[in-house]
């Protein structure tokens, strides 16, 4: 499959969306802000942070934008929407909502990677009101209900 994209001028010599490994779901995405000085987030700040990037998600899919592990874990960097989507019509600049949720400031400078972007099938239903559903043996139990 094929992503169509269009790199803004301010992501000029930065990276493209990448797979890591051969078995990476996510495409690695970096930040295009400026070079000095790195973008720096307070404990429990968010930021919409530019990826320099424009793409073309096929019709049927979606973009879905993910924090990576490795920064969640070491410095509680999460993306605030997770997953946040990308529809296929969308043709705006691609920004990561981040927030921190560690003890300490977080600062990321230009080109490094925040967020991970994977592209996923979208399955469209039709909306049908009924007067009543089908019973189920969980019934009406949420949060919990099924144990540890």
Not at 68 to 77: K, P
Not at 118 to 143: K, Q, Y
């Amino acid at each position: 499959m094929r992503l169509a994209l269009q790199r803004l001028a301010h992501a000029e010599g930065l990276p493209l969306p990448s797979y890591q490994t051969r078995y990476s779901a996510g495409l690695d995405l970096c930040a295009a802000i400026p070079e000095e000085p790195p973008l720096r987030l307070l404990p429990g700040e968010r930021l919409s942070v530019p990826t320099g990037l424009v793409i073309a998600v096929p019709e049927g899919y979606e973009g879905q934008v993910r924090a990576r592990s490795g920064r969640a874990l070491r410095e509680g960097l999460a993306v605030l929407n997770a997953p946040g989507t990308i529809d296929s019509d969308f043709r705006g600049e691609v920004r990561v909502l981040l927030i921190n949720l560690g003890p300490d400031p977080i600062e990321i400078a230009r080109g490094e990677r925040i967020a991970q972007m994977v592209i996923a099938p979208v399955c469209r239903v039709t909306v049908e009101e009924v007067t009543s559903l089908e019973t189920t043996d969980r019934g009406t139990g949420g949060f919990g209900s099924t144990g540890r």
